[in-house]
C-alpha cells in the first residue's frame, strides 16, 4: 500500500498524558500536512511542511503542539498535557509541491482517532 | 463568518433523485475548488476539483461562480452508495479549507 499511512490508528490516552501520532506519507510527495477533525466539522488545518521545513502553522496549533518532520519524510505530531477538547481525529495527508496550484490536491491517511478520558 | 460555508442538511432523498448542494467562500484570491466525499468514521477523498467551466463526471455535475463565490455539486440519480458526507473544499493560500459539510442519506 502506498498511500498515507498513520499510526497508532486509536489512542486513549488520560487528560494530562501526553501523546504522539505518526505520518508517512506518499513517498513522491514532498508537502505533508496536519488537520484535526471533530464531530459535524470539517477537517481544521494545523499546520504544513515542505519538505523538513515548518512553513505554516494554524492558531488552532496551541504551544501543546509540535509537529515535526525531521528528514523531510514522516512527522510527527505530539500533544504534551492533553484535554477533553483534543479528542478529535487528526488527519495527516501529502501532496506534490504543485500540486495544489496545478489544481491537483491532497490524499489523507485514514486518521488517528485520539480520545481523552 | 466561516471561510468556507455549505448547508449541513441532512439531505435525505429517494433513490433515483437529483440532489443540489451549495457552497460558498469568503476569498476571493482563492485558487482552486474541490469536493471531497467522507464516509463515516473514514478520511475524506476527492471527488472531483471544480472548473470555472464546470465540469461532469458521470452523474456529477460540478460548477463555480467566481464573481458570486459559490460553488455547487449536482448527483442525479442518486444511489444508495452515495450516502456519505460531501465537503466543499477550496485552496487559499497553499492550503485547503474544508467546510464543515453536508450529510446526504440516499433511502431505498
Known amino acids: 500500500d502506498t498511500g498515507v499511512s498513520q499510526n497508532p490508528r486509536h489512542k486513549i490516552t488520560k487528560r494530562g498524558q501526553n501523546v504522539t501520532f505518526r505520518c508517512d506519507p506518499i513517498?513522491?510527495?514532498?508537502?505533508l500536512y496536519w488537520y484535526r477533525q471533530t464531530l459535524g466539522q470539517g477537517p481544521e488545518f494545523l499546520t504544513y511542511?515542505?519538505?523538513?521545513?515548518?512553513?505554516?502553522k494554524s492558531r488552532l496549533l496551541s504551544d501543546r503542539f509540535s509537529a515535526e518532520r525531521p528528514k523531510g519524510s514522516f512527522s510527527t505530531l505530539e500533544i504534551q498535557r492533553t484535554e477533553q477538547g483534543d479528542s478529535a481525529m487528526y488527519l495527516c495527508?501529502?501532496?506534490?509541491?504543485?500540486?495544489?496550484?496545478?489544481?491537483?490536491?491532497?490524499?489523507f491517511g485514514e486518521g488517528s482517532w485520539l480520545t481523552v478520558v | 463568518r466561516k471561510e468556507v460555508e455549505q448547508d449541513p442538511g441532512p439531505f435525505n432523498v429517494p433513490e433515483g433523485a437529483t440532489v443540489a448542494f451549495n457552497c460558498t467562500y469568503s476569498?476571493?484570491?482563492?485558487?482552486?475548488f474541490f469536493w471531497y466525499r467522507q464516509d463515516c468514521r473514514k478520511e475524506p477523498k476527492l471527488l472531483m476539483s471544480?472548473?470555472?467551466s464546470g465540469n461532469e463526471d458521470g452523474r456529477f455535475t460540478a460548477q463555480l461562480n467566481r464573481a458570486s463565490q459559490y460553488i455547487s455539486l449536482l448527483i442525479r440519480d442518486s444511489k444508495l452508495s452515495d450516502s456519505a458526507t460531501y465537503l466543499c473544499?477550496?485552496?487559499?493560500?497553499?492550503?485547503?479549507?474544508f467546510g464543515s459539510g453536508t450529510q446526504l442519506t440516499v433511502l431505498p
Open positions: 513517498s513522491e510527495h514532498n508537502r
Open positions: 495527508a501529502s501532496s506534490r509541491r504543485q500540486a495544489l496550484d496545478s489544481g491537483n490536491t491532497i490524499y
Open positions: 476569498n476571493s484570491a482563492s485558487q482552486s
Open positions: 473544499v477550496v485552496n487559499m493560500g497553499g492550503q485547503l479549507t
Open positions: 471544480v472548473y470555472s
Open positions: 511542511f515542505q519538505n523538513e521545513a515548518q512553513l505554516e
